[in-house]
């Protein structure tokens, strides 16, 4: 049988092995309770991503925009004032 890694069950939830493969690491889900245990933690795991929220620090994005300013032609800050 073989010794699946973390990436193995990644593939896996993602659809991305080959039926042969999947035929293996299901079989060794039923046999290797702490396989199935950490399996079960990567399951999980994913389902959680779909309800994270990232959006940048706002001190973050006043940086780009002075950046920007900063950095425009000098005709472009004219027809702004």
Do not use: C
């Amino acid at each position: 049988m073989n010794n699946f890694t973390t990436e193995d069950m990644i593939r896996f939830l993602y659809n991305e092995m080959n039926a042969e493969e999947t035929a293996q690491l299901m079989a060794a889900l039923e046999a290797d309770w702490t396989l199935k245990e950490k399996f079960e933690v990567l399951k999980s795991s994913m389902g959680n991503l779909d309800s994270l929220h990232y959006s940048p620090r706002r001190k973050a994005i006043d940086a780009i925009l002075r950046y920007a300013e900063d950095t425009a032609p000098a005709e472009n800050n004219l027809q702004s004032k």
